[in-house]
């Protein structure tokens, strides 16, 4: 069975949506929600006026704008609403990679939003480096806490013989998923509900995740990371993932840290795994300086700045071990 196939009659229309969308040559590329907030409030953009604006831009629209075959779709996927005479869409469409991405509307307020922006598209790139520059076999891989599908369906397109798992434990971003993994055209790509490893069985060559990382005191699920200052999550997946790596298995981590004065409480706290002789280690920032904005929200009166990091992972056998904290290279022991 295919992915198209295994989806209900409302997920066959968002994907009907977003191929239009596809043929149309539709693009957008996702901004930090700040940006999207600035740009949103400028004078002429309360409604929407081309189809970017109403599935990029996340701005009512007036009916009519879009085409009735559109706005049916969106009725039959039950991601239309109506407010004040006008309507919006619950989801927005992305672009990455020539692939359209559905994920929540905007401003993610809901508990189950599913987020796309920014990280995404470091993330992606990081999976793309880390495959580029590894040559070991990639026959299982898993993306946990997957969102849109971004990890998994990247690692999906670039190994086609590899089992690819797609893990949330929002059925939101299980759904949205689904609908993006049979838009891009991945078969081999499966989708299952799992608390990080937690629900599957069986060891993989490669795990990836971008794992929410903010303290946040509404604690959506997609921002946070819970822990001090939203770094439990990425330690839990370290925790998990390292047992369940094949030799030669590698564990792509993308997240961000809480800087404290001028400590990385993160590549701290990894401390406990630092000298197996099982493992090498890369760790280096990607961006020194991302959500500013979340300083001013309580818990982070003492955080200096808020870096994403990449931590990779790979089970080499015994004798080789340490951890190398390289802001600009990729040294490996």
């Given at each position: 069975m295919n992915q198209e196939e295994r989806l209900s009659t409302s997920d066959l229309a968002l994907l009907q949506l977003g191929r239009r969308?596809?043929?149309?040559?539709?693009?957008?590329?996702?901004?930090?929600?700040?940006?999207?907030?600035?740009?949103?409030?400028?004078?002429?953009?309360?409604r929407s006026k081309t189809l970017r604006d109403v599935f990029g831009w996340s701005r009512p629209f007036a009916p009519g704008l879009i085409s009735a075959d559109e706005q049916g779709q969106l009725q039959e996927a039950e991601v239309l609403e109506e407010r004040d005479g006008l309507l919006r869409s619950r989801v927005r469409w992305s672009s990455l990679d020539g692939l359209l991405f559905a994920h929540s509307q905007f401003p993610t307020e809901a508990t189950d939003a599913v987020f796309f922006g920014p990280d995404s598209y470091r993330f992606a790139q990081l999976i793309h480096a880390h495959l580029q520059q590894n040559f070991t076999a990639v026959h299982r891989a898993v993306d946990i806490g997957c969102g849109a599908g971004v990890g998994a369906i990247v690692i999906a397109r670039a190994r086609r013989e590899a089992q690819v798992l797609a893990l949330d434990i929002n059925p939101l971003?299980?759904?949205?998923?689904?609908?993006?993994?049979?838009?891009?055209?991945?078969?081999?790509?499966?989708?299952?509900?799992?608390?990080?490893l937690q629900d599957v069985e069986g060891?993989?060559?490669?795990?990836?995740?971008?794992?929410?990382?903010?303290?946040?005191?509404?604690?959506?699920?997609?921002?946070?990371?819970?822990?001090?200052?939203?770094?439990?999550?990425?330690?839990?997946?370290?925790?998990?993932?390292l047992p369940r790596l094949t030799p030669g298995g590698s564990l792509?981590?993308?997240?961000?840290?809480?800087?404290?004065d001028g400590r990385d409480p993160f590549l701290e706290a990894l401390e406990k795994w630092r000298d197996s002789a099982e493992?090498?280690?890369?760790?280096?920032?990607?961006?020194?300086?991302?959500?500013?904005?979340?300083?001013?929200?309580?818990?982070?009166?003492?955080?200096?700045?808020?870096?994403?990091?990449?931590?990779?992972?790979?089970?080499?056998?015994?004798g080789i071990g340490g951890i190398v904290d390289e802001q600009a290279s990729e040294v490996r022991h």
């Open positions: 969308l596809q043929a149309d040559g539709y693009r957008f590329i996702t901004p930090t929600p700040l940006t999207h907030e600035r740009v949103n409030q400028r004078p002429g953009n309360e971003a299980l759904r949205l998923t689904a609908v993006n993994a049979a838009l891009g055209e991945v078969a081999n790509v499966e989708i299952a509900r799992s608390d990080v060891d993989f060559d490669l795990i990836v995740a971008n794992p929410p990382y903010m303290a946040d005191p509404s604690e959506r699920a997609y921002r946070h990371g819970g822990g001090v200052l939203g770094a439990g999550l990425s330690l839990r997946i370290v925790e998990q993932a792509v981590l993308y997240t961000g840290v809480a800087m404290v493992f090498g280690w890369t760790y280096k920032e990607l961006d020194p300086d991302v959500f500013g904005e979340e300083l001013l929200t309580p818990g982070y009166q003492d955080v200096e700045r808020i870096a994403v990091v990449a931590l990779v992972v790979t089970r080499i056998g015994a």
